[in-house]
């Protein structure tokens, strides 16, 4: 039985539903991460009754953060979703079980039929999803098409037009560049051809700006980043696995390089700059400061400070601060190389 209340705790609305342990590394911490289902079989209602994050939910995720941040993945999905990737939106909610405090976590949106539905304008009969490299929605030409996409862009020539035009009609290249760019930039060395990496697209075109029937990316836990401000993340992604950079497949297409540095070039301007993220995570802060701590020391260090946050939340910051210069060097040398 679930009772939801607004921040000045006035009690919003009651239902029961159905809870289930979200995750693999959730289940052997002591927080753990927890998915919400509304279903008729619990309740009279198949969706939550008021909505947390967008409209007609059928299911939440209640995330809790890997560090000591613990807004930062969140965070993060957020910068991604201003290029207009699309990304899972969030609203922090301190949660208690049995009347026990059980800290703060981010309750996220989930990628499924409702969702790209509401975001993407895409129906569920016409949706097609992979998520690590299965398909999650979709018939038995999903995943038939998505690898004989990745089998055309690894191996066929991107310099010859007919090639590159008949790539370019099944993946938005510009969300692609965009994606990778927020890969490089924020450091995630945690994914790979098959881990972490979320994409999608509607079987036919027609659906609005979305539905035009190419694959996307849509971004999908950023939680293991920004430990390395000088890391070249690059050459890890070109070690890790042939089918990870996906960029270095259109390196021979004529003006590709140009345009994959200028793209890096005009984020850390503007989206990645040091003034904005500083400046947002200022922000969230100011929202998550006083649970963050208490939740680190339910479940961490009982004795964790607001001065040991601080220097937490300061390292970060550093992270962003230092990242531009490294990162725009190791994509020129990859580009260089390569």
Known sequence: HMTAFDAGHKELFSQ?????????????????ALNLFARDIY????????????????????RKGDGRIIYQEPFIQSVIGETGIPFQDSVPEVVFI????????????????????????????????EKNSAVECGDS???ENY???????????????????????????????DYYCMLLFFN????????????????????????????????????????????????YYRELDEKMFMPGFFYERPG???LFYNRMVELTENELSYEHLSK???????????????????????????????????????????RKENGLKMLEKDIKDN
């Open 147 to 177: 690898k004989a996409l990745y089998d055309l862009m690894m191996n066929g020539d991107m310099s010859d037009d007919a090639v590159y035009s008949q790539v370019e009609s099944q993946i938005d290249i510009d969300n692609m560049i």
């Open 98 to 129: 049995n009347g026990e405090y059980w800290g703060i976590y981010n309750l996220r949106e989930q990628y499924d039929e409702n969702y790209f539905a509401e975001h993407c304008g895409i129906p569920k009969k016409m949706l097609w999803t």
């Open 256 to 258: 590709f390089k140009e």
């Open 188 to 235: 995630n060395t945690d994914i790979n051809g098959g881990h972490n990496r979320f994409m999608f697209r509607s079987k036919e075109p027609g659906y609005g700006d979305y539905g035009d029937g190419k694959w996307r990316f849509a971004a999908y836990d950023f939680d293991i980043t920004c430990e390395d401000a000088e890391a070249d993340t690059v050459s």
């Open 280 to 322: 947002k995570l200022s922000e969230w802060d100011k929202v998550y400061r006083e649970q963050n701590i208490e939740t680190v020391r339910r479940f961490e260090e009982d004795d964790y400070s607001e001065e040991e946050y601080k220097k937490d939340l300061a390292a970060l910051d550093s992270f962003f601060k230092n």
């Open 16 to 32: 029961d539903i159905g809870a289930r342990i979200s995750g693999e590394s959730t289940r052997y911490v002591y927080q753990k």
């Open 141 to 143: 030409q999903t995943d």
């Open 43 to 62: 309740d009279d209602s198949k969706k939550f009754e008021k909505s947390f994050v967008c409209d007609n939910e059928k299911k939440v995720r209640l």
